[in-house]
Structure formats: C-alpha cells, structure tokens
Nanobody, 121 residues
C-alpha cells in the first residue's frame, strides 16, 4: 500500500510558476513509477507527466513540454512537478499517481487526493 499526499497548489498569475510535491509513504517508493495527472470539471482526467522508478526517463503531454519538469527524490520519497509559464488553461486539480509496472499514463495503482492549481489571467 502506498499513500500519496500532494502539496504546493495555489493561486498564481499567468506566466508564473509553482512547484507541486507528492510525498509517498512506505519503503517501496523507489520501485514505483510516478506520474502527475490533472482534471477540471469540464474535462476528463488527463496525463501530464511521468517519471520512471529511477528518475532516468520522463514523459510529458505535449501541452506542457518545455514548461513543466517532473523529478523525484527516492531518498525523500517525494516526486515533484515544477510548472513554469503557467496559463489559465493549466487550471485544474492535480493528482499524483504511483504505478508498480510502467509509468502511469492512463491508470495507476495508487492516487493522491489532489491539489488545486488556479492560474489567473
């Protein structure tokens, strides 16, 4: 069992930056690939970024490439999402996800509770 707790969301102006953190419980964090998803009331949950268990491979949806960076610190059981050049279209609830087999891009074994990111124009 892995418990995920996101933090770092908030209100930011367009063009600004935020860094989301996801703290994971358990001693097996390093064996899970991790990902970030987001969802708005009008859209289904979508994949944003993913990172392999070692941190050596990263994946991004096209709309965030060059603006967002996913990283992880296995010693701290934490995965991060650095978000730069934010736009109102990035407004959503952001969810952290963990998956034992493969990077989570559509589904995951465990989910966090979500953190709200709001970008004002």
């Amino acid at each position: 069992q892995v418990q995920l707790v996101e933090s770092g969301g908030g209100l930011v102006q367009s063009g600004g930056s935020l860094r989301l953190s996801c703290a994971a419980s358990g001693r097996t964090f390093g064996s899970y690939a991790m990902g970030w998803f987001r969802q708005t009331p009008r859209k289904e949950r979508e994949f944003v970024a993913g990172v392999s268990w070692s941190g050596g491979r990263t994946y991004y949806t096209d709309s965030v490439k060059g603006r967002f960076t996913i990283s992880r610190d296995n010693a701290k059981n934490t995965v991060y999402l650095q978000m730069n050049s934010l736009s109102p279209e990035d407004t959503a609830v952001y969810y952290c996800a963990a998956k034992r087999s493969g990077v989570p891009t559509t589904n995951a074994d465990f989910w966090g509770q979500g953190t709200q990111v709001t970008v004002s124009s």
